[in-house]
DNA sequence: TGAGATATTGACCGTACGGTCTAGAACGCT
DNA sequence: AGCGTTCTAGACCGTACGGTCAATATCTCA
């Protein structure tokens, strides 16, 4: 009924996600969005509420698309045991940075930006959170190390991962020394306890 | 020579840091500014160039006071060996989450906010989180453990540290659940190195 | 083909933003 | 006391912000 939508929801979502992603939700004017999602003041309008909707319809985007993606990189059996998932991961963090993407994670900058002060977006956030959480935990259990491992340790680990990842992709927002930060994710994957004993 | 100021410039630089470490720069308007510094908007236009100028200063401020105070931490053999040094500022972050404190780290969150955008913020973010690294390495050499460490691996041992400090001040701030932040911070202590070895 | 429904467009709106400026007040100096 | 200097107060300014709306276009269905 009535007249469809000439542009894709989508994909004008994944360009709001880009300006969000990079400036921020306040540092976003909606001249900025409309000018990325190349669509007209009213139709932004018409198919969003209003800023908050899209900055909050733009997370969920991310969460869909990207952040499922790490997680179905961490349980892809096909990479390799849990070691191999992790490692695929930061590594992922590690190539956007020798490619000069300095964006961070739009998760990670939402939980400082938004997640504070708008309640949807803080429970959006603590949600993906734990996903991407279970999602490491996943990965840790397929591990021959971790056999014999407690309960408890393996999401101790699985919260030691995801605190790491975080913290990398906000050293690398910052513009943290890309060679300082390959030492990092080094240093993360060899202290996780998820290899074997080490040489000094 | 001239009237002298009715305020102190670094009490307001206090209140002003507070209301940008709450709300970030954008989200903090003059008004927010003015009303928690207590004067007036010429006043303010007197003290400062404009507000790029007073977020900077309030970093600065951030820097010499708090961020200070944890590099002292660091370094404080008072406290105790490196691994007592380190918890106790991990601890702290702890304790501040348990007073319902979720403000997180003013430097974490220049880091997302403001670091991608301005050069100089980028620059002061980055010297602060190089110090801070720095203290870390300091505690790290601290500890009968690390005595037949490398050189490197000492270094990826601080960074390490810096890593997972950044990530708790984040996931503080985004409101993750504070008995979940205690085992993360357990695991880092414990995965650091530091420790002896681990009973399973 | 006409009625109803929905989308597009961009002019338009009120407001709150960051920043300036002018009076007047409070000092030191001679 | 008078002068130069600096600070305070807050009215004022232009602008850019987020959001609305009326006119028009494009669809479905009877």
Redesign the pocket.
Known sequence: ???????DTDKALDRAMGVFWVKGYEG????DLLKAMK?????L???FK???SIYLAALDRYDHTIVQGAVDTLRDEAIGDGLARIRALFEAAQAAVARADRRGCFMCNAAIDQAPINPKIRAKVGSMMKRLEGAFASAVEASRKTASWSAKRRVETARLLLNSYMGVRVLARSGYPADDLVSVINASLRNCGLEGPRSA
């Open positions: 009924m009535g007249r469809p939508r000439e542009f976003a004017s909606l001249q669509i007209a003041r009213g139709s309008y018409k198919a209003d800023k908050h």
